[in-house]
């Protein structure tokens, strides 16, 4: 139970960092770089800071912590296919995102007894 609420932390943290970055835009050319219109700026560090909020909240509320494993799991998820599919970059620079989405599934999954 303590390493789970210790990832919920990292990841809560992690996620709150990575989203104000990219909804202010500060990871823009990299989106444009993989061909994804300016919106999904927006859309993703939205995902990424709710789904933070939802990690930290999570760890009184375990439904929370469910919903936000698996919102941050698939955006992982989306990410690491954008890299590896849209914007054909070799796998090692996908890893980041492959471990984050595995760690984020592996909180909604500890969660799921509830």
Known sequence: MIIAIILQVILGIFFIITGTRII??????????????????????????????????GMWYPIVALLSGLLLGATMLAAAFSLLVMARDPFTKAIPAIILCLLSFAIALYHFNL
């Open 24 to 57: 202010s835009g500060k990871m823009a050319k990299e989106f444009s770089r993989i061909g994804l219109p300016s919106f999904f700026n927006f859309v993703t560090g939205f995902f990424e800071i709710i789904g933070s909020v939802g990690m930290i909240v």
